[in-house]
């Protein structure tokens, strides 16, 4: 898999020839389980392949159970300096409901470790799970911040078809989450990071200055980047492109020089609704003279047109040019967004 990934950066390097790499990010399943040699040996390919600026943030997903005292110093001796840590609670009950594999002494354990080598270090954490308490809630967010961490991602606790959680919930054995206990709990996360000084950069991350993830953040302002490996996905600021999920189909063709994607092109309306899905999202919010620019004029006064509820209701707000979610709108901001979208205007 690691020498397939090496030669899937060989042969997408034309994508990319144009463009300067300025992040790098191991994400998805576990890519702590790398050797040091094989990130190495897949920065190398990253190098040799692609134009990359000085100081690149590169960033290390991993769970707590991956995380070691050893490993942890394996990492440190890497070009790694960044680590996304997926805490998601420190309360046992929590993570056995969720199925997660660490327990709430290896989540302290590993930030203990962690901060003694990594200045930039991320972590998740989970709100709205059933049977938490507004209590429990703010001692998680105490706990983060005790190791000094600097950015923290913080989700509403989804329920996905065929777990184990939605089969608890079906046979009455958890309680569903509650939308109004979600809302009331991200408040208390957005008050307690703001007095402690993050900034709330995006709906679902925090961080202190200096700290947003780069990474992240290409995807919100709508960068190019390039998804290496099964189920991996790529955009080039016209189409999207995903690999295939399944791993002997993804080996075998690397192994004859295939790229193994399929692609769509977005539509102006796909374009655009992504930008106010995005754009709404984050600080920067959306840009009314882009709109104009890159949608047209008739696109524009429908999008205020759209917004004028919401701008009555104090749910949106626009600041010179700039149309942003207010304080009061922010957990709304996805149903805000939808509101917004074209769907047909021919």
Known sequence: MVLALAKELHLRSREFKNETIETIYFGGGTPSVLTLEEIQF???????????????????????????????????????????????????????????????????????EATKYFDNISVDLIYGIPGMSNESWIRNIEAALLFGIPHISSYALTVEPKTALKKLIQTGKIAQPNDDVAQEQFSILVEMLKERGFIHYELSNFGKPNYFSKNNSAYWLGKKYLGIGPSAHSYDGVSRSWNVSNNSLYLKSIQDDLLPSEAETLSIHDRYNEYIMTGLRTIWGVDLKRIEIEFGLETLIYLKKQSAKFLVDDLLSIDGDILKTTGKGKFLTDGIASHLFLINLE
Not at 49 to 58: D, T
Not at 87 to 110: G, T, V, W
Request: glycine share 2%; net charge negative.
């Open 42 to 112: 897949l920065l190398d390919a990253v190098y040799k392949n692609y134009q990359v600026v000085e100081n690149p943030e590169i960033t290390l997903e991993a769970n707590p159970d991956d995380l070691s005292i050893d490993r942890i110093v394996d990492f440190a001796q890497s070009p790694i300096n960044r680590l996304s840590i997926g805490i998601q609670s420190f309360f046992e009950d929590d993570l056995q409901m969720m199925n997660r594999a660490h327990n709430a002494a290896e989540a302290k354990n590993c930030l203990a």
